[in-house]
């Protein structure tokens, strides 16, 4: 998933490297995610291989790292794991929610249009 510009900095020099080791290294370009991403489309490891079509949709899979706690700075090897975009996007779920509710309150506080502040998370 690409990284916003705002959370750059928060992401060690070396993340290119540590990415590509999770994904294609660890996991064998095969997403690990073994249903912690709450889909409930998989029973088991997720069966989708990064360049690959994606089971169900046919779009092709794009291999990411999530970072298991949503927090950038942690890069413990326990805290990352290889998840394909779908179960990246459904297990950040939450954490999307409340960082867009965040960003909404701070427009408002602003005296922002709180329907600017959507556009600009999406």
Known sequence: MPIRPENRDRYPKNWKAISAEIRFGRAGSRCECAGECGRGTHEGRCPNVHGQPAYG?????????????????????????????????YYDREHHAQTAAHTRALALAEGMSPLFAIEEDQ
Request: hydrophobic letters at 30%; proline letters at 3%.
């Open 57 to 89: 949709t046919g779009s092709e899979v794009v291999l990411t790292v999530a970072h298991l706690d949503h927090t950038p700075e942690n890069c413990e090897r326990t805290n990352l794991k290889a998840m394909c975009q779908g179960c990246h996007l």
